[in-house]
């Protein structure tokens, strides 16, 4: 069974950054790619970045673009989401998600396990 741990949420004030990581376990030699979600409070759940199971491919939503960096070592089994230039509307809930590859990148993406989440939050 695929387990997803998220650490790095916490406060920040706007423009400022932050590094999610995304410890996985569970994937008994078989390939998944990875990706970041997030809900904020009323909101459904979004994608905002993913990454192919060899790191070499990656993707984001556009009001995430050239401020978020999605990344992985996959010798530690772990996904990270490097948040730079934050702003007060990427207040939200962020989540780690894992699909068996090969995968659709994307808003097609979809999920075989999520992680608990981790709150970020953006306030000045």
């Known amino acids: 069974e695929v387990r997803l741990v998220e650490s790095g949420g916490g406060w920040v004030e706007p423009v400022g950054s932050l590094r999610l990581s995304c410890a996985a376990s569970?994937?008994?030699?078989?390939?998944?790619?990875m990706a970041w979600f997030r809900q904020a409070p009323g909101m459904e759940r979004e994608g905002v970045a993913w990454?192919?199971?060899?790191?070499?491919?990656?993707h984001y939503a556009d009001s995430v673009k050239d401020r978020f960096t999605i990344s992985r070592d996959k010798g530690a089994n772990t996904l990270y989401l490097e948040m730079n230039s934050l702003k007060l509307e990427d207040t939200a809930i962020y989540y780690c998600?894992?699909?068996?590859?090969?995968?659709?990148?994307?808003?097609?993406?979809?999920?075989?396990?999520w992680g608990q989440g981790t709150q970020v939050t953006v306030s000045s």
């Open positions: 998600a894992a699909a068996l590859s090969p995968c659709i990148v994307g808003s097609s993406f979809t999920p075989n396990a």
């Open positions: 569970g994937f008994a030699g078989l390939h998944y790619c």
């Open positions: 990454i192919t199971a060899s790191g070499l491919s990656t």
